[in-house]
């Protein structure tokens, strides 16, 4: 999560990170909103425990609710998240190496942890998503973002030189 949201010297702008458990339940991470966050375990898990007590409260298919500015969750299907969705990319050990892509400006990348459920595979091929392999040795999703970071980071350097 850190890696997506944090760089050393602050929060990373017009990052959106999604995170989707198979509750359905999505707890959304906006940079451009998002106050406050802090890189330890303990602040990181009061957000999951306040989203799983909210949950249980409200938790209305749908509808999203907000923690603190720039974070919120819904209850959303997979399915829902990403239609009508371009520009979509996510991980895959079969994929094109992230080396030879250059992202549009705005794009979804997808990590499936710890495996893609094969109706989902499907619905990403339909929507012409491009698989991409980051890496071939790290498989966590930490470490996948940590990488696609500083691809995206070192993508940005090579296009204001």
Request: proline share 5%; glycine share 6%.
């Amino acid at each position: 999560m850190y890696s997506a949201l944090l760089v050393s010297h602050g929060i990373r702008s017009n990052v959106k990170l999604l995170l989707h458990f198979n509750d359905p339940l999505c707890v959304t991470f906006n940079s451009d909103r998002l106050r406050n966050l802090r890189p330890d375990m303990q602040s990181t898990i009061g957000f999951f425990r306040k989203v799983l007590s909210m949950n249980l409260k409200y938790g209305r298919f749908g509808m999203e609710a907000f923690l603190t500015p720039g974070v919120s969750y819904s209850r959303v299907d997979f399915s829902g998240l990403i239609k009508g969705s371009s520009n979509l990319f996510f991980n895959d050990d079969k994929g094109m190496w992230i080396g030879k892509v250059h992202f549009p400006k705005n794009f979804k990348f997808i990590i499936f942890y710890p495996s893609i459920d094969p109706n989902i595979l499907q619905l990403l091929i339909k929507l012409n998503a491009k698989p991409i392999k980051v890496a071939s040795k790290y498989k966590l999703p930490g470490a996948l973002l940590t990488i696609l970071s500083n691809y995206l980071d070192k993508q940005e350097v090579k296009c204001n030189d």
